[in-house]
């Protein structure tokens, strides 16, 4: 994990190194609201946003040479910082780390380039054509879009963690760890790793990337899986209760739960009236659900590093 | 209480930071010492505060468009004809792409379902009657269509300049495009072969949504950040 | 993504997606959509007119050729920048010139002066309120620097070739505008 952000760390500078970001910025408006909302919209660069305890929020960093002004305006519940255009339309540059009172949602666009948020606790949307994302810490919910990006949202682990998080990519890779509650994750090519305990939904779907789910789900939880040609690793708990209806047309499903039973399996694993789903289809991907070995439950998020390495 | 008309001028260039650092350092020791400026400074700053908090929109009285519209009739030269028969907005046909693929999951859903629970009408799809097989055939058609019709406009916008896609996005976009197009034909294929399997209707389906969705977020993308959204 | 009036204010959050869509289909000749493009963005395009004119009926007459204007030059839309803020660029024109065109003949309204600014001293039911009558209220000249400068955010230089004037006296009207505010606030 650590190595993950020190990458982004890296890859923020290099950006930065690259861009013509020429002007020194430095700005601070109070924020009336605690749970107020922070909107931050830029062309190309880099967005670091950071939750801090104060109510207010700081702007710091460089803006391109052409860009006219970067304003940081207050409304009554939003901050609004915004690069703007020069007047020949090119490109807006810049390169913020901007503080923001931890309680407050956040919303993020860029063009092109990394956004990376830590220790916000409110909604967060990010969207970015090109660059990676990254969220960590205690957020409510996460919603996140790129086409060409990798997406990793991790929320804290001594928090309840976060309710909600959807994420979109065409070719990134998807990780996504210690949510609560719901988890929608899409993509055609890149791999979707998803780590959690007593999920009450989780979504993927993919073309041809291989998805990984490792965890647990709720007593009514649902688990509803579909690729093309991608594979799908489902590592459950031994004493999993649910409904299975996993099927692969044209590959192979190795399920623990219910081995040699070929490729269209529909039948309830466990004791009592299980009312967990677990749903998986794939046109010609392979299919394989183990059990988890003691312990790995807790900490099912080993293999989530992994994943991204293996693309 | 003394009246500081040099920097009284200057307030307002210390308020829009348009003073040196210099200016304005001797400024704010001005302020700390001069209790006449520092109050018309914070009633500067106050105004300012007002100022940010004004409605950013004011309704008119009364609805201004049917006398716009009336006058639009005159104007709009420029819109060709043909653009006008071309145009087909993506949400009005993604709206019925999504009617068409009720409709022809509806039909799926009753195929799928067991004899034993079986309606009249559920006997009929069981005993696989032809008529209802070309019925569904013709459903999952129509909307294959309208999601193909959805892709083309999202293609249509995507292709022109005004996208502005960044080249790489590009490359990445037709390459996903080819890996979609891909499982649409290889599903399609499969259900040729097997056409009483009719859960293959519903993966075609599935794999056709996949690319308009993946369509559908680079045109919101390449409007949303491009554009402040 | 939304700032100040973007799309008149926080009640009009329309989607992106949806002004995308709509956008288009505006400038392939769909006034259904066009409408719909009025209906979210009319509000911060009059607010702008009514500022710049203190004068309501002028200002929804201005409104009226933004929004043909606009419609007009749809195609030229590049999408450089949000719809909002191109549309209110063009208003921004629209009334510019109007005032220009105004300022070459006989003016058909008499200076809103010291009665207006009374006005706006006993019938001011709230702050934000009062700021509004204050700014209708201020001499013509200073009221468009201020309403240019403090609300549509322009720089003086811009302010001063938009209104054909020098920079000094853009700068020297806003000092005015401040002064004459704070004492009708006061």
């Known amino acids: 994990m650590k190595n993950r952000y020190i990458i982004f760390g890296i890859l923020i500078v290099s950006w930065s190194a690259n861009a013509r970001a020429e002007q020194q910025v430095e700005k601070r408006v109070s ?15 880099s967005i670091q946003v950071i939750g801090w305890d104060k109510n207010e929020v700081e702007v710091t960093g460089t803006i391109g040479d052409r860009v006219e002004r970067l304003d940081v305006r207050k409304g009554k519940r939003k901050v609004w910082v915004r690069a703007y ?75 309840a963690g976060a309710d909600k998080v959807r994420a979109k990519t065409v070719a990134g890779a998807i990780v996504i760890k210690n949510v609560r509650r719901e988890v929608e994750a899409q993509s055609i090519s890149g791999p979707v790793t998803i780590a959690g305990n007593s999920l009450t939904k989780v979504v993927a779907k993919t073309v041809s990337g291989n998805v990984r789910f490792d965890g647990g789900l709720s007593r009514l939880g649902r688990l ?74 807790a900490t099912a998020q080993a293999a989530a590093g992994q994943d991204k390495k293996e693309r | 209480m003394k009246r500081c008309t040099v920097t009284e001028a200057k307030l307002g260039d210390h308020l829009d930071r348009r003073l040196s650092l210099e200016e304005s350092q001797r400024l704010d020791r001005h302020l700390e010492e ?68 009720l409709v022809a999951l509806g039909v799926i859903e009753l195929s799928n379902r067991p004899a ?29 269509q309208a999601y193909v019709d959805a892709a083309g406009d999202f293609l249509a916008h995507l292709k022109s300049p005004e996208a502005a896609l960044p080249p790489d996005t590009r490359i990445v976009l037709e390459g996903n495009l080819v890996i979609a197009d891909r499982a649409i034909s290889e599903i399609k294929s499969a259900w040729e072969r097997q056409p009483s399997e009719f859960a293959l209707a519903r993966k075609l389906l599935a794999a056709h949504e996949r690319r308009v969705e993946l369509l559908q977020q680079v045109a919101h993308l390449s409007f949303a950040t491009q554009n402040g959204g | 993504m939304h700032i100040p009036g973007e799309h008149g204010g926080e009640n009009q959050e329309a989607g992106a997606a949806d002004e995308y869509s709509l956008v288009i289909c505006a400038q392939r000749g769909d006034q259904a959509a066009f409408e719909r493009l009025y209906r979210n963005h009319v509000g911060r395009v009059f607010a702008l007119c009514l500022r710049m ?60 002066g010291d009665a207006a600014i009374q006005v706006a001293k006993s019938d001011s039911p709230g ?58 606030l006061e």
């Not at chain 1, 009336?32 to 931050?40: F, R, S």
């Open chain 1, 31 to 45: 924020s009336n609201h605690a749970n107020g909302k922070v909107e931050i919209d830029i062309g190309e660069g």
């Open chain 1, 85 to 159: 255009l020069p007047k020949d339309g090119e490109a807006r540059e810049a390169e913020l780390v901007v503080y923001a009172p931890h309680s407050n949602d956040i919303d993020v666009q860029v063009f092109q380039g990394p956004i990376l948020v830590s220790g916000i606790e409110g909604d967060i949307q990010l969207e970015t054509f090109s660059g990676d994302i990254s969220v960590s810490g205690p957020c409510k919910r996460v919603e996140a879009g790129t086409v060409n990006g990798d997406i990793t949202v991790d929320s804290a682990k001594r928090s």
């Open chain 1, 224 to 297: 509803e899986i579909d690729t093309h040609s991608g594979e799908f690793i489902g590592v459950f708990p031994a004493d999993l209760s649910a409904e299975f209806d996993i099927t692969s047309y044209n590959g192979v499903v190795d399920n623990a739960f219910n081995p040699n039973a070929g490729s269209n399996q529909d039948f309830i694993q466990g004791e009592g009236d299980p009312q967990a789903e677990v749903k998986a289809t794939s046109f010609s991907g392979n299919i394989r659900v183990t059990k988890q070995s003691n312990g790995e439950g």
């Open chain 2, 34 to 101: 001069c209790a006449a400026c520092r109050g018309a400074y914070q009633r500067l700053v106050a105004l300012r505060t007002l100022v940010d908090g004004l409605a950013t929109s004011i309704e008119p009285q009364r609805d201004l468009w049917p006398a716009i519209s009336a006058r639009l009739c005159g104007a709009g030269a420029s819109h060709s004809e043909r653009e006008r028969r071309r145009i087909r907005l993506a949400w009005i046909v993604l709206s019925a792409a999504a009617a068409s693929i």
């Open chain 2, 116 to 144: 034993s629970t079986s309606g009249p009408a559920q006997n009929i799809i069981v005993d696989g009657s032809p008529a209802l097989d070309d019925s569904l055939r013709l459903e999952v058609a129509k909307a294959e």
């Open chain 3, 53 to 112: 004119t203190a004068d309501r009926e002028l200002a929804e007459e201005l409104t009226q050729s933004s929004f043909v204007r606009i419609w007009e030059q749809l195609g030229k839309f590049k999408r450089k920048s949000s719809f909002g803020t191109w549309s209110h660029r063009v208003a921004l024109n629209v009334v510019l010139e109007y005032m220009r065109s105004r300022a070459r003949r006989p003016k058909h309204t008499a200076s809103r």
């Open chain 3, 127 to 184: 702050a934000r309120m009062d700021l509004e009558w204050a700014i209708r209220a201020l001499p013509e000249r200073a009221r468009q620097v201020f309403v240019l400068y403090e609300i549509e955010r322009l720089q003086h230089n811009e302010i001063a070739e938009m209104l054909g004037i020098a920079v000094g006296t853009s700068k020297a009207q806003l000092h005015r505008a401040r002064q004459l505010l704070r004492e009708l």
